[in-house]
């Protein structure tokens, strides 16, 4: 069955950085459309930036551009996410999270719902 696995969350003071990983397996992340999404105490999940790994185009949610960089390597099945300059609103847990199928048309980074295949979650801490 299809697992992602994320690591590299903590806690961390304000402008600092952490970068997150999303081991994959059972499931290729050469062509594949995935995600980083996260969800603050008594917040919506928020999609947080997506990638077309067979492409490589990004987006990602304003907040968060120009900070965040997600990225994958193929070789290892893994999906990154670079946070910089992080503020406490990012505090949040963040998941990885994988579309069924590759779609080569804008659906694979701008699906904001109907990804299949979830991690548990790392929590991210930002202290001020």
């Known amino acids: 069955q299809v697992q992602l696995v994320e690591s590299g969350g903590g806690s961390v003071q304000a402008g600092g950085s952490l970068r997150l990983s999303c081991a994959v397996s059972?499931?290729?992340?050469?062509?594949?459309?995935m995600a980083w999404f996260r969800q603050a105490p008594g917040k919506e999940r928020e999609r947080v930036a997506a990638i077309d790994t067979y492409v490589g185009r990004t987006v990602y949610v304003d907040s968060v551009k120009g900070r965040f960089t997600i990225s994958r390597d193929n070789a290892k099945n893994t999906i990154y996410l670079q946070m910089n300059s992080l503020k406490s609103e990012d505090t949040a847990m963040y998941y990885c999270?994988?579309?069924?199928?590759?779609?080569?048309?804008?659906?694979?980074?701008?699906?904001?719902?109907?990804?299949?295949?979830w991690g548990q979650g790392t929590q991210v801490t930002v202290s001020s």
């Open positions: 059972q499931y290729t992340t050469s062509r594949a459309c």
């Open positions: 999270a994988a579309q069924e199928f590759y779609y080569r048309d804008s659906r694979c980074v701008g699906a904001k719902s109907g990804y299949r295949y």
